[in-house]
């Protein structure tokens, strides 16, 4: 799993090395990484390194010293290096100094237009983990009129270091370059930050815990159910589905076409639209009624069951059956709109709760802001559940603190119906017996890569996703080294 940090944590244990490095170790460490990779950049986009043009664009704080040092680093690969101070009384000085004594060019943001015009490439040190707020004006204007692609140092302008969210101007990075450990920012905003690469400043051991978490392919290979020689259909975990109507069937077939493919073992399906269900996916077993659905392990409640008391009732009733349980789509409305449904639940029972932002709403009483993932911890305290927060990140909180970030590969999840295909994943990984903030987590993950393959750089739609889950795992199993199968290259838009 990765970790990420927030930027409390990060000074905290920058402090500590502080304590422990000689001075200016930390930044010359940083930047060097910095110019390493400006190098390889250039490289990639001009097909050389010498005789390149850099503009940096300099603000007043260390993330500014680190442009500074980069780009006297960059001097001795014969780059033209030109600085834009935005303030210039405040410009980290040993950086200054060292850039200009190894012959780089320092210009005013009154000069800078036609350097930055003719920039092979511009860096972003503006402001880095101390940055609040969206851009101030002179810098917002100064991005205005770049061409070039930018490389953030650290991370881009104008987001908010801790939740990537963004309210006003803002640097756009096809690259960024961050160091010691990543930071929220690079978990939750990645149309701002570009390609991500890590420079190792040796933070590591002082950072502890991390405050959230990534899952790596590695980990989702670990932790998908496989079924072993001993496992019969049984065994594996069946899950139910309850979700669709007579008049929208599309929900159920989704939803449970997504549990079909997302494990071996059995899916049942409850409620009215059981003979589409059973057309479309024939290895369910299907019934009209939730009371005599038979035996399962976890539930998916909610996609398309509407609000009224029909649906109160199924809801109620699953809940109160002992088992792990995904409540979606209308389940959450009807959570909201009548809390007392909650009564039925065995409070050690997990309860997976899987809003979008109007859902979220419902269920707490307001939007969730900027801090989504300060909002997904609150609902998830307050409802005892893990809540799978929606949007183009996910973040999946557990009641006990832990948070899950699942930063997609483009927007291709946001189609109709794509929510559905997500709840029938999490629910068959809750009936194999997954602690049910992985079970979010990981759902939300393969989710994700089916979208990307599905799509395959162009539109896709809701069943494309459900016929996109078998190549997602294998591409999980694969890249786990599990088949020794060469790996597919993941489209990214
Ligand atoms: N510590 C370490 O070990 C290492 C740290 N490293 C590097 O240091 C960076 C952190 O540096 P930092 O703390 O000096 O502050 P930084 O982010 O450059 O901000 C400077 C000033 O900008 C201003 N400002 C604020 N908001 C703004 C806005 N929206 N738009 C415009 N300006 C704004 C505000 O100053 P003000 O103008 O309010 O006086 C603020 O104080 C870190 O990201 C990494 O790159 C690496 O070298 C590795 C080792
Ligand atoms: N812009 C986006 N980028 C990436 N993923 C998105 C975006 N918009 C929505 N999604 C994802 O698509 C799914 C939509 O779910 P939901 O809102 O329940 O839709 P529906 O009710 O149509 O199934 C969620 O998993 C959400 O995280
Ligand atoms: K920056």
Same mark, same amino acid.
């Given at each position: 799993?990765?970790?990420?940090?927030?930027?409390?944590?990060?000074?905290?244990?920058?402090?500590?090395?502080?304590?422990?490095?000689?001075?200016?170790?930390?930044?010359?460490?940083?930047?060097?990484?910095?110019?390493?990779?400006?190098?390889?950049?250039?490289?990639?986009?001009?097909?050389?390194?010498?005789?390149?043009?850099?503009?940096?664009?300099?603000?007043?704080?260390?993330?500014?010293?680190?442009?500074?040092?980069?780009?006297?680093?960059?001097?001795?690969?014969?780059?033209?290096?030109?600085?834009?101070?935005?303030?210039?009384?405040?410009?980290?000085?040993?950086?200054?100094?060292?850039?200009?004594?190894?012959?780089?060019?320092?210009?005013?943001?009154?000069?800078?237009?036609?350097?930055? $015009? &003719?920039?092979?490439?511009? /860096?972003? !040190? *503006?402001?880095?983990? %101390?940055?609040?707020? #969206?851009?101030?004006?002179?810098? @917002?204007?100064?991005?205005?009129?770049?061409?070039?692609?930018?490389?953030?140092?650290?991370?881009?302008?104008?987001?908010?270091?801790?939740?990537?969210?963004?309210?006003?101007?803002?640097?756009?990075?096809?690259?960024?370059?961050?160091?010691?450990?990543?930071?929220?920012?690079?978990?939750?905003?990645?149309?701002?930050?570009?390609?991500?690469?890590?420079?190792?400043?040796?933070?590591?051991?002082?950072?502890?815990?991390?405050?959230?978490?990534?899952?790596?392919?590695?980990?989702?290979?670990?932790?998908?159910?496989?079924?072993?020689?001993?496992? $019969? &259909?049984?065994?594996?975990? /069946?899950? !139910? *589905?309850?979700?669709? %109507?007579?008049?929208? #069937?599309?929900?159920?077939?989704? @939803?449970?076409?997504?549990?079909?493919?997302?494990?071996?073992?059995?899916?049942?399906?409850?409620?009215?639209?059981?003979?589409?269900?059973?057309?479309?996916?024939?290895?369910?077993?299907?019934?009209?009624?939730?009371?005599?659905?038979?035996?399962?392990?976890?539930?998916?409640?909610?996609?398309?069951?509407?609000?009224?008391?029909?649906?109160?009732?199924?809801?109620?009733?699953?809940?109160?059956?002992?088992?792990?349980?995904?409540?979606?789509?209308?389940?959450?409305?009807?959570?909201?709109?009548?809390?007392?449904?909650?009564?039925?639940?065995?409070?050690?029972?997990?309860?997976?709760?899987?809003?979008?932002?109007?859902?979220?709403?419902?269920?707490?009483?307001?939007?969730?802001? @900027?801090?989504?993932?300060?909002?997904?911890?609150?609902?998830?305290?307050?409802?005892?559940?893990?809540?799978?927060?929606?949007?183009?990140?996910?973040?999946?909180?557990?009641?006990?603190?832990?948070?899950?970030?699942?930063?997609?590969?483009?927007?291709?999840?946001?189609?109709?119906?794509?929510?559905?295909?997500?709840?029938?994943?999490?629910?068959?990984?809750?009936?194999?017996?997954?602690?049910?903030?992985?079970?979010?987590?990981?759902?939300?993950?393969?989710?994700?890569?089916?979208?990307?393959?599905?799509?395959?750089?162009?539109?896709?739609?809701?069943?494309?996703?459900?016929?996109?889950?078998?190549?997602?795992?294998?591409?999980?199993?694969?890249?786990?080294?599990?088949?020794?199968?060469?790996?597919?290259?993941?489209?990214?838009?």
């Amino acid at each position: 799993m990765q970790g990420i940090w927030t930027t409390e944590r990060i000074r905290e244990a920058e402090g500590k090395l502080f304590a422990v490095t000689p001075d200016g170790e930390l930044m010359r460490r940083a930047s060097f990484g910095l110019a390493t990779h400006l190098a390889g950049f250039l490289a990639e986009r001009t097909g050389g390194v010498a005789g390149r043009r850099v503009v940096l664009l300099v603000g007043s704080g260390d993330n500014g010293g680190d442009a500074l040092w980069a780009g006297a680093f960059l001097r001795r690969r014969s780059v033209a290096v030109t600085a834009v101070l935005l303030k210039p009384e405040k410009a980290h000085a040993r950086g200054l100094a060292a850039l200009r004594k190894a012959g780089g060019r320092v210009v005013s943001v009154e000069d800078s237009p036609q350097w930055i $015009d &003719k920039a092979d490439v511009v /860096v972003d !040190g *503006i402001v880095g983990i %101390s940055g609040k707020g #969206p851009l101030r004006p002179d810098a @917002a204007e100064l991005i205005k009129h770049v061409r070039a692609p930018i490389v953030a140092v650290d991370l881009p302008s104008g987001v908010d270091p801790d939740t990537g969210a963004v309210d006003g101007p803002y640097v756009t990075a096809t690259l960024t370059v961050t160091f010691g450990a990543p930071k929220p920012v690079h978990a939750l905003a990645p149309q701002q930050c570009g390609d991500i690469v890590l420079v190792d400043i040796g933070l590591r051991p002082e950072l502890g815990e991390p405050d959230l978490h990534r899952l790596e392919l590695t980990d989702l290979a670990d932790l998908w159910p496989i079924p072993g020689a001993g496992d $019969d &259909k049984y065994t594996q975990g /069946v899950v !139910g *589905i309850a979700a669709g %109507s007579a008049t929208y #069937p599309g929900a159920a077939v989704l @939803a449970s076409g997504s549990a079909v493919h997302a494990t071996a073992g059995m899916v049942r399906y409850a409620g009215p639209a059981a003979d589409v269900v059973r057309g479309r996916w024939p290895e369910i077993v299907a019934t009209g009624s939730i009371t005599d659905a038979g035996r399962v392990q976890a539930w998916v409640v909610g996609p398309g069951i509407g609000t009224g008391s029909e649906g109160r009732e199924v809801l109620r009733h699953i809940l109160g059956q002992g088992v792990p349980v995904c409540a979606d789509a209308d389940a959450t409305t009807i959570i909201a709109q009548h809390p007392d449904v909650l009564d039925a639940r065995d409070p050690d029972t997990p309860l997976v709760l899987t809003p979008h932002a109007g859902e979220y709403e419902r269920l707490m009483g307001a939007r969730p802001g @900027a801090d989504r993932v300060k909002a997904a911890r609150d609902a998830a305290k307050k409802y005892s559940a893990v809540v799978l927060l929606k949007g183009h990140c996910t973040v999946i909180a557990a009641p006990d603190g832990r948070v899950a970030v699942n930063t997609p590969r483009g927007s291709w999840l946001a189609t109709a119906g794509s929510g559905d295909v997500l709840t029938g994943l999490i629910g068959s990984l809750l009936a194999a017996g997954l602690d049910p903030w992985l079970a979010a987590a990981a759902g939300a993950q393969v989710h994700s890569l089916a979208g990307a393959l599905a799509a395959d750089g162009v539109p896709t739609s809701a069943s494309g996703l459900v016929d996109a889950i078998p190549g997602a795992l294998k591409l999980v199993r694969d890249t786990a080294g599990d088949s020794g199968v060469e790996v597919i290259e993941l489209p990214v838009n």
